[in-house]
């Protein structure tokens, strides 16, 4: 949208709030709280930060004690969208004033669409808090949104307790306290582990990859270990791509605590194998990319058999892939199997390479030909001779065929011996 066309759109939301922000229809209501949305939205375009913060509070100055609950969380959320705002200008203590405004007003909602909201400002709060440096009070900010929402009885609520939980996690793994935040990403677990909702699915499987970081610094290996097996085991099957995502994120890890601390060829070779099964065909670039970062880690491991196997595997599945880490992959595959003894592949390679070079020998040969024959057509056309012309042009492209099978047998076979020869010397 164009300047001028914002600027229309502008005055137009302003005029829908003048005429209905106070209709006694509580849909025409929503109508103007609707267009204080989307005038910010035109306000963002043009950049005016201030003027889009005024908005915000002439949403919650019109709105925020509004009998509709559909009219209250536009209220609440345009609360925690000027918190956003104001920390992006860099007005941290504004943005965790406004945070606590959403929770002083909508905290105790009856409705749980405004409480959510409050939840949301609660995290938003430990965030800047996060952001300053005053983590201690960030840990406790958390703490607050458990207190407040852990046991509310909504489904809404529960994703930013989770949130907020693991926030507190990583906070206090910041801070060093690595058994508390052990002990934080087991609660969230223990309380969201069995839900069906996608998003806490995910808060979870997060959790647990954490969790098992956390443990792998302290070097408590085996329940590192353990602990992305149960990613695996709970989550191995989703299909939603940000678990996915953390399950192939779990297995990488395994596979850097086995590889670091000992662990067994064949273990490795299996958690590899894991890896490959699972994400080699997935419609994801970056989790294809880790199965052919597997493939390659077997070959790493020096067994020459099932190395060489594996780099073939490498070129046979992404051959084609025109994504830059996986096409890496392929073509350090290509090089290392050019010193790799007994490739079955690369002598495929050797030789289709050579027979396209007969085939382009081939075709020059045809157009020298055919350039030829049409020369020669066009002499005797010169010279009257109409039928020894048409037979010349009709005759000799199908004879000239013929002889450049012979010529490219008699000049390139030699060459296609040569290479048979060299592949079964390597």
Request: proline share 4%.
């Amino acid at each position: 949208m164009t300047l001028d066309r914002n600027e229309e759109a502008i005055a137009t939301y302003e005029e829908i709030v003048r005429r209905f922000s106070e209709d006694p229809d509580p849909a025409l209501r929503v109508q103007a709280a609707e267009a204080l949305e989307n005038k910010c939205v035109a306000l963002d375009t043009l950049g005016r930060s201030e003027e889009k913060i005024a908005t915000y509070e002439e949403s919650v100055r019109l709105f925020g004690e509004d009998p509709d609950p559909a009219l209250r969380v536009q209220a609440a959320m345009s609360l925690v969208s000027k918190s956003y705002e104001q920390a992006t200008l860099g007005r941290n203590e504004e943005a965790i004033a406004s945070c606590e405004e959403a929770v002083r007003r909508f905290g105790e909602d009856p409705d749980p669409a405004p409480r959510k909201q409050a939840a949301s400002a609660l995290f938003d709060k430990g965030l800047v808090l996060c952001l300053l440096d005053r983590n201690e009070e960030a840990i406790a900010t958390y703490e607050e949104a458990v207190r407040r929402f852990g046991e509310d009885p909504d489904p809404a609520l529960r994703e930013p307790v989770a949130a907020a939980l693991g926030s507190k996690g990583e906070t206090l793994g910041d801070l060093g306290r690595n058994e508390e935040a052990i002990a934080t990403y087991e609660e969230i677990v223990r309380r969201f582990g069995e839900d069906p909702d996608p998003a806490l699915r995910e808060l979870v499987a997060a959790a647990l990859v954490s969790k098992g970081a956390t443990l792998g610094d302290l070097d408590r290996n085996e329940e590192a270990i353990a602990t992305y097996e149960e990613i695996v085991r709970r989550f191995g099957e989703d299909t939603d791509l940000p678990v996915r995502t953390l399950v192939a994120r779990a297995l990488d890890g395994k596979d850097v605590l086995l590889r670091e601390n000992g662990g067994s060829d064949e273990a490795i070779i299996a958690n590899d194998d894991e890896i490959v099964r699972r994400f080699v065909e997935d419609p994801d670039p970056a989790l294809r990319e880790r199965a052919a970062r597997a493939l390659f880690g077997k070959f790493v491991l020096g067994q020459e058999e099932e190395g060489t196997a594996a780099l073939e595997e490498i070129v046979r599945r992404f051959g084609e892939e025109t994504e830059p880490g996986i096409s890496g992959y392929v073509e350090t595959a290509v090089k290392a199997l050019k010193n790799t003894p007994g490739s079955e592949l690369w002598r495929e390679m050797r030789m289709e390479r050579t027979l396209q070079r007969c085939r382009s020998f081939k075709l020059w040969v045809i157009a020298l030909g055919a350039i030829a024959v049409a020369v020669f057509a066009l002499l005797e056309l010169i010279a009257g001779k109409w039928v020894a012309a048409l037979l010349l042009f009709f005759v000799g492209e199908a004879v000239w065929e013929f002889v450049a099978d012979i010529v490219t047998g008699v000049l390139v076979s030699p060459f296609i011996g040569a290479a048979l020869f060299f592949n079964r010397r390597r």
